[in-house]
């Protein structure tokens, strides 16, 4: 079982459109995949409930907020929408179960400083050397100054960078009705796609 964790401390950085889209790319590859949510405002799970039932399937993974427990049997891929403020014994929990960690960072002075300390204490956790980290930029608009403090920021991680993605109005309307842009014809989302291929490829490994 694979179990992909998306995390940052810092509220609004796009944890739960990131978390859904992920999902989304796993049913789209035919897996048996949970969403499972412990962030307070429950987005994925609202995001879930509005999902059509043409769409493929992703079932909810009904998370104790305040226990962790291993997800049930009779699936492969799990992905973890995590709170903000997540650290300490909480984020613990969180890298004993997970696989992948997957940090979502917009390009905002603010949203970097906010999550250095985090990627910090993911690195000197214990579980670190058998979780892989990658960080996905969000809401990116590479012509701009903000762009280039990002990627000279992530860049000083010594992480991977799995991608930019656009700041685009697909994701909040998709959103809207439980869909993900791996659940429309290619065409559609061409440049979206694009940009999430080496994300896909590195949940693929």
Not at 15 to 39: E, R, W
Not at 71 to 96: C, N
């Amino acid at each position: 079982m694979s179990v992909i964790a998306v995390a940052n401390p810092k509220g609004g950085v796009g944890k739960s459109t990131l978390s859904s889209q992920i999902a989304g790319y796993l049913a789209s590859q035919g897996h048996p995949v949970m969403l499972g949510d412990i962030d307070r405002q429950q987005s994925c799970k609202l995001w879930l409930s509005l999902r059509p039932a043409s769409a493929r399937p992703i079932n909810s993974w009904e998370v104790n907020r305040d226990e962790l427990a291993k997800p049930p049997k009779g699936t492969t891929h799990v992905v973890l929408d995590t709170p903000a403020g997540l650290h300490g014994k909480r984020l613990k929990e969180v890298l004993k179960l997970a696989h992948k960690v997957v940090v979502p960072l917009q390009p905002s002075v603010f949203d970097i400083f906010a999550t250095k300390d985090f990627l910090d204490e993911l690195s000197a956790s214990n579980q670190a050397a058998k979780t892989q980290i990658g960080i996905v930029g969000m809401r990116v608009d590479e012509r701009t100054r903000a762009a280039e403090q990002l990627r000279q920021f992530v860049e000083s991680t010594g992480l991977p960078v799995l991608g930019y993605l656009r700041d685009t109005q697909n994701y909040v309307q998709l959103a809207g009705r439980g869909l993900t842009v791996f659940d429309l014809t290619p065409e559609r989302v061409a440049r979206d796609l694009a940009q999430w291929q080496p994300i896909c490829d590195w949940l693929d490994q």
